[in-house]
């Protein structure tokens, strides 16, 4: 079993930049591809971004691309979001996202195994 907490969400101005950062427990972190998803007020949850298990690859919505970075450290067991230039679209909450070691990446939530209890972020304007 692996569970997952996110922490760093908060209520910033547009321009701003947050850090999100998502701990994994369990021995299995280090295989698994991992994927931020947000999901914004009275919408369906959507893909933001997602890492391979070693973080040489990644991938990112349209939306975010040239803002946000994904990144993660094996040793520590846990992956970032860094978000830049955030706008009041940005707004949602933000959960954090494993899948099985050695599964493929994915953009579909429904592929992701794990979950966190999510961080809201609030991107005033």
């Known amino acids: 079993q692996v569970r997952l907490v996110e922490s760093g969400g908060g209520f910033v101005q547009a321009g701003d930049s947050l850090r999100l950062s998502c701990t994994a427990s369990?021995?299995?972190?280090?295989?698994?591809?991992m994927g931020w998803f947000r999901q914004p007020p009275g919408k369906e949850r959507e893909f933001v971004a997602g890492?391979?298990?070693?973080?040489?690859?990644?991938n990112y919505a349209d939306s975010v691309k040239g803002r946000f970075s994904i990144s993660r450290d094996n040793v520590k067991n846990t992956v970032y979001l860094q978000m830049n230039s955030l706008k009041p679209e940005d707004t949602a909450v933000y959960y954090c996202?494993?899948?099985?070691?050695?599964?493929?990446?994915?953009?579909?939530?429904?592929?992701?195994?794990?979950w966190g209890q999510g961080t809201q972020v609030t991107v005033s304007s």
């Open positions: 890492i391979n298990w070693s973080g040489g690859v990644t």
């Open positions: 369990g021995r299995t972190f280090s295989s698994s591809p």
């Open positions: 996202a494993a899948r099985y070691p050695y599964a493929s990446g994915s953009y579909s939530s429904k592929d992701y195994a794990y």
